[in-house]
């Protein structure tokens, strides 16, 4: 009864499977091989007679063994001059909080009850000579407005062959602080950014107009050094001088031209290390730094300091990646030297010179269960010191986060996600996210 | 008088180290994406050459984490061969990106594509992902035809020759003892599966199709449903089905594919799944391309002999 019920099951299964598998196949060909393919929806109808119609398609072995035969008869031209793939998020969810976007910081986070596309991505790229590399991200989005927005997220261009051993990148980039910061929403693990990414850098993350140079070290092990030399002004440079960071510091900001010189540029160093601890596990160890000038004043500086590890355990004989172990932690923080200035709100308030500090970090682990399906645990918090005024954006949080993520392939995810948010000042709030992610086009190949 | 004389002796020493150290660094240093290229690269090379491969053998190299150790390997290389055909897309542009290396640069002599002027098979006639990871440039499972590890072996003392020409000589006698092989082994494993041409098998993904069109087998269909697609219990279904119709009586799976899945299709079908490494250093003692081929027409052999 049992092994009936089993095999009406599958009869079921390959009626519903029937449709998909019709288009499993590679496109029209002549080989012989794809005729196997091919065959399989004839199968069905009669299976004698594909055997006997293979064995005819198949003919007898390939006898011709030299070089020859398995050589075509010369080079075929492939690719294309500039590689374009388009990524886009759709976001869906809801949460407790009356101010999402006040627990949701990120330009790419899930923002509203309901539904957004905070992140639409085209990127191209190729070789421009055989001297340099392109590299443009356009992104499109949709706000919690539900009014659409463009960006340039990033233009640059990169050297292929300096010596000794060096790489300039030139245009505007994601600066190369920690981890995350210069990885695309779509590569992320979670749907939305940590919190002390979004406190430190703000909405977009750390971007902005420059060039960088970085030197592989004549080590025996991985160790890269990197400089950014960059335009502090700007949205995307929000501990620096940014039009909003009245948020971090309470006072109307110095609007002033870049006057000073080298004085006014943004300086991001980093060095980054990694070693394989076995054949299956490595780790990555990377310091940064991130020093210009701010807003509160005409001489004022920030200072941010960071540190970030990532380890990863992946089996010998993995499938498709899976499974796998991973950690990615990175700690920050920040030293905010306000000058003396007028209270934004109050402007007959002067609020004294300070410093402002704070501080955040977040680890995550990362479990590759089995093939395509991924568990995530993330915990995070953010603090900042007592300043002479309140801000929300200096509040103490904690969140936590568990996620579950679905591969289907390398070019599709679905993700949900939970968080669990804690403010000092509010409160408790509960948001539960889903996430549904495509790429068309050409995929930019994963970084370590 | 004494002093001088040290000094004499530490010069000599630090020549004949220098010398030493010189002798070391002539050898070409290669670096292959997969073990299977770097055996035949070092059949190629001889002592001439040093050969390292970034993927593991269990690995699948469609999926190898782009290590930033791997940058510092391609950084120093003189050399880097690569399967092509895409294989190694999804791990290999970022590291050749950082690895600042423009011997081994797209054009140069240290670039070796092996499938360099292959004819390889399942070339697609357009590109859409609905029909799976299908790669626009054929299929990149080539190596386990061995005409087609001679290609590579062409393809490899080629650019060597360029890299050293002094010991192109060696190289291209290299060359011609790898083919005397080649064509001495594959009448051996010919013949070995010659009783069961036309037998049918089931693989788990399209990685067998140039060994079958060479020893005369007959791929029924694969455990995923497209290339790169995890196998469904609708798809499976079907196989099964497949399977009995056809008395398919053997599976063959790599390392890293999914041997459960395998085994639950081989108990509904009565079929053997056999362990199929392409990669030498997968299996015991199968540590160059000719032992790995070995154990691999042995064990297809074996159980398609005991299938019957």
């Known amino acids: 009864m049992y092994i009936k019920q089993t095999f009406s099951a599958l009869a079921l299964l390959v ?17 012989k091989q794809d005729s196997i393919a091919r065959a399989d929806s004839i199968a069905r109808a009669d299976s004698i007679a594909l055997v006997k119609q293979l064995e ?14 398995a050589a075509t008869q010369g080079p075929v031209a492939t690719g294309s001059y500039m590689n374009i793939g388009f990524v886009a998020l759709t976001d869906a ?32 790229d190729g070789n421009v000579d055989p001297y340099f590399k392109g590299f443009s991200n356009i992104v499109l989005k949709i706000d919690s407005a539900g009014e659409s927005g463009i960006e340039l997220e990033e233009a640059y261009g990169l050297t292929t062959s300096l010596p000794w051993n060096l790489q300039l990148k030139f245009g505007q980039f994601f600066a190369e602080f920690g981890r995350q910061n210069p990885q695309h929403p779509h590569s992320w693990a979670f749907i939305d950014a940590p919190l002390v990414l979004t406190r430190m850098f703000g909405p977009d993350g750390l971007r902005s107009q420059g060039v960088r140079l970085s030197w592989l070290l004549p080590t025996p092990f991985y160790t890269e050094a990197l400089v950014a030399v960059m335009n502090a002004t700007g949205g995307t440079t929000s501990s620096f001088r940014s039009p909003e960071s009245s948020d971090i510091h309470g006072g109307v900001i110095d609007d002033r031209p870049v006057s000073n010189g080298f004085a006014d540029l943004l300086i991001v160093p980093r060095i980054n290390t990694s070693f394989d601890l076995t054949e299956t596990q490595t780790v990555v160890l990377g310091v940064s730094g991130a020093f210009g000038p701010n807003n509160s004043g005409p001489a004022a500086k920030t200072q941010i300091y960071g540190a970030d590890l990532y380890w990863k355990w992946k089996a010998a004989n993995a499938q498709a990646g899976f499974p796998f172990l991973s950690l990615q932690t990175e700690a920050m923080w920040r030293r905010y030297d306000a000058a003396q200035r007028l209270e934004q709100d109050e402007l007959l308030v002067t609020l004294p010179s300070e410093v402002l500090k704070d501080r955040g970090a977040y680890a995550q682990v990362l479990w590759g ?41 390398e070019f599709s995810r679905i993700g949900v996600q939970y968080n669990y948010d804690n403010r000092k000042t509010i409160g408790s709030d509960h948001s539960l996210w889903l996430q549904l992610q495509f790429l068309i086009g050409a995929h930019a190949a994963h970084k370590f | 008088m004494k002093t001088t004389k040290i000094i004499k002796m530490a010069a000599l020493s630090l020549s004949a180290i220098s010398f030493i150290s010189v002798q070391a660094t002539a050898q070409l240093k290669v670096v ?5 290229l770097a055996s035949v690269a070092r059949e190629i090379g001889g002592d001439r050459v ?24 391609l950084n120093r290389a003189d050399a880097l061969i690569e399967g092509g055909a895409e294989l190694e897309l999804g791990w290999l542009p970022p590291l050749l990106e950082n690895s600042r290396n423009s011997k081994v640069a797209a054009g140069a002599p240290g670039r070796i594509v092996a499938s360099e002027g292959m004819r390889l098979l399942e070339i697609p006639t357009s590109f859409d992902r609905s029909k799976g990871d299908i790669h626009s440039l054929g299929n990149p499972h080539f190596m386990i035809d061995p005409a087609a590890a001679k290609v590579v072996a062409r393809n490899i003392a080629s650019h060597f020759a360029q890299l050293d020409p002094k010991n192109a000589a060696n190289y291209n006698a290299n060359l011609a003892r790898f083919d005397s092989r080649i064509d001495a082994k594959l009448a051996d494993w010919q013949k070995q599966l010659a009783p069961y041409r036309g037998a049918k098998i089931v693989t788990y993904h399209r990685d067998f199709i140039y060994f079958a069109q060479r ?33 398919v009586k053997v599976i063959l799976v790599q390392p890293f594919q999914n041997r459960k899945t395998a085994e639950t299709v081989a108990r509904q079908t009565g079929a053997t799944v056999i362990d199929a490494p392409q990669q030498p ?28």
């Not at chain 1, 009626?15 to 590679?26: E, T």
């Not at chain 2, 269990?58 to 930033?68: M, N």
């Not at chain 2, 790995?292 to 064990?299: A, K």
């Open chain 1, 369 to 409: 269960i089995k093939p395509r399906i991924v568990a995530g645990l993330r915990g995070e918090f953010e603090h900042g010191d007592p300043g002479s005024f309140a801000t929300d954006l200096r509040a103490d949080q904690t969140r936590w986060s568990p996620n579950l993520t679905w591969y289907p392939t």
């Open chain 2, 32 to 36: 292959a994406t997969t073990p299977d």
């Open chain 1, 15 to 31: 009626c519903v499977g029937l449709p998909a598998r019709s288009d499993a196949q590679v496109p029209a060909s002549k080989s």
């Open chain 2, 50 to 73: 040093n050969v390292v491969a970034l993927a593991k053998p269990t690995e699948d190299p469609h999926f190898v984490d782009a290590k930033p150790s791997f940058i510092v390997t």
């Open chain 1, 93 to 124: 969810g809801w949460s407790t909080a009356h101010d999402i976007g006040a627990i949701e910081r990120g330009d790419h986070d899930p923002k509203v009850n309901g539904f957004t596309i905070p992140n639409a991505e085209i990127s191209l």
């Open chain 1, 56 to 69: 005819k398609e198949l003919g007898p072995p390939n006898a011709d063994t030299s070089a020859g035969a």
């Open chain 2, 215 to 247: 020893f005369g087998l007959s791929i029924v269909d694969e455990l995923e449903p497209k290339p790169g697609i995890s196998p469904s219990p609708a798809h499976l279904a079907q196989v099964i089905g497949e399977m009995k119709r056809n008395s």
């Open chain 2, 281 to 308: 250093g997968a299996a015991n003692n199968t540590s160059s391309y000719f032992d790995n081929m070995d154990n691999l027409v042995r064990g297809i052999a074996a159980a398609l002999g005991g299938a019957r």
